[in-house]
């Protein structure tokens, strides 16, 4: 499967405890761009990445949440002390290069739940 | 933030009946794109639009980008049940990457 992948598909975590989301970007793409979606809502823009730098965190809350995406490996987004409403759904997109004229294409997504 | 206006946020259709439906905002926009989404999957591109008053069609699916640049309508031909889903309309401004997304449209097709 070339596509994006995200895992785990679903992960369940107890208020306080730390979440990890993993997302491999399509083969031959290096930007990544991490989205929230809400129960009947659209998608959110939290963060986007380029190979070991962030570009733009705008849409990613200040505290307790931070995302890489290093030379080797997955990005990851991490989310520090989780409370109820960081249950949602979180995906992930990668691009060949930025730009509104170059599709994004979607992983299937975490879906994240807290006791 | 910017908002997206999408309409109608549901509809129940018959198999074979013709589908319309529309986005609108508030600012100007370069780039709209729409998206499905299925139950427990990521949104899937279905039509890019990249120039005002540009009607696009991808087999029963076709899109307009509107003259004003501020909205931009899909239509879906003939309806089948794999067309259940949730229709996103994206849109993007001159150099973005961030996708602003629509609440969405909620289709259901009756058999």
């Known amino acids: 499967n070339a596509g994006v992948m995200q895992n785990p598909r679903h992960l369940v975590r107890r208020r306080g405890q730390e979440a990890r989301l993993r997302c491999s970007p399509m083969?031959?793409?290096?930007?990544v761009y991490w989205y929230r979606q809400l129960p009947e809502e659209g998608l959110k823009f939290m963060v986007y990445l380029q190979k070991e730098n962030i570009i733009d965190e705008s849409g990613m809350p200040k505290e307790r949440f931070s995302a890489e995406f290093p030379k080797e490996g997955p990005s990851i987004l991490r989310i520090q002390q989780v409370v109820r409403g960081d249950s949602a759904a979180y995906f992930c997109?990668?691009?060949?290069?930025?730009?509104?004229?170059?599709?994004?294409?979607f992983g299937d997504g975490t879906r994240l739940s807290i006791l | 933030g910017q908002q997206l206006n999408q309409s109608p946020q549901s509809m129940f259709i018959q198999e074979g009946e013709d589908v319309s439906m529309n986005c609108t905002s508030s600012?100007?926009?370069?780039?709209w794109l729409w998206y499905k989404q299925d139950p427990g999957e990521g949104p899937v591109l279905l039509i890019a639009l990249y120039k005002a008053g540009e009607l696009t069609s991808n087999g029963r699916l076709t899109a307009q980008f509107g003259i004003t640049r501020k909205d931009s309508f899909l239509n879906i031909s003939a309806s089948i049940p794999s067309d259940v889903g949730i229709y996103f309309c994206?849109?993007?401004?001159?150099?973005?990457?961030?996708?602003?997304f629509g609440k969405g449209t909620k289709l259901s097709v009756i058999p």
């Open positions: 997109a990668s691009s060949p290069i930025p730009g509104a004229n170059q599709p994004q294409h």
């Open positions: 994206n849109v993007s401004g001159a150099g973005s990457y961030q996708l602003t």
């Open positions: 083969k031959g793409h290096s930007h």
């Open positions: 600012s100007i926009f370069n780039t």
